[in-house]
């Protein structure tokens, strides 16, 4: 099986994994709208999705806009 990757519900922290980037973007994207009734484009999903695996080393860390 292929090695998943994680990233983190921006709305509750719950932890989503799937097999690849796009996998990713759609099923946060389909929580968001299920659970929390957020319809958000897959551009801006994506954009997050990118953003947690870039940092996911420290994604504790609260990484963003730290001037
Ligand atoms: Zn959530």
Redesign the pocket.
Known sequence: MAESIKVK??????ILAAADEGGLVKVLRE??YE??ALEMPPERVRENVVAQLRDFDGYNARPISRA
């Not at 519900?9 to 719950?14: H, K, R, W």
């Open positions: 519900c921006p709305a509750c922290d719950q929580h968001l659970e929390h």
